[in-house]
């Protein structure tokens, strides 16, 4: 993003509230947490052209695979804000969210896994 583009980006997210931005939610569909990745599976410039700003510039910027926090600095847009325009952009099959580590935190068959690689790596 150029420096230009992020400076537009940043007076035109003060000059409208978070709440119209979001429709007036403030919980977003998806569990997004801040360091999850997201990418765009398969970029329909059609899809982009229909955006609302705000969304467009998440939906171009994860062309490439970037966090949710990464994507909430370049938009120059509160966190709550992006995790609700990233979840709907989620629903719409737009971007994929890649899976966490905390994703596996209660699969005890993962967990076990992970345990038997790292044993194998000291080993």
Not at 54 to 76: H, M, N, P
Not at 87 to 116: C, F, K, N, W
């Amino acid at each position: 993003m150029t420096a230009e583009g992020s400076s537009m980006s940043r007076s035109r997210s003060r000059r409208i509230r978070p709440y119209t931005l979001t429709g007036g939610r403030t919980q977003a569909k998806h569990e997004l947490l801040v360091e999850a990745l997201v990418s765009v599976p398969r970029y329909d410039p059609g899809l982009s052209a229909t955006l609302m700003p705000e969304s467009r510039e998440l939906y171009e910027s994860a062309r490439a695979r970037v966090s949710i926090a990464e994507l909430s600095v370049a938009v120059a847009a509160p966190l709550g804000v992006i995790r609700v325009l990233l979840s709907d952009l989620v629903a719409q099959g737009a971007v994929y969210v890649h899976p966490t580590a905390h994703t596996y935190h209660h699969d005890r068959e993962m967990l076990g896994r992970i345990l038997d690689g790292l044993e194998r790596l000291s080993v």
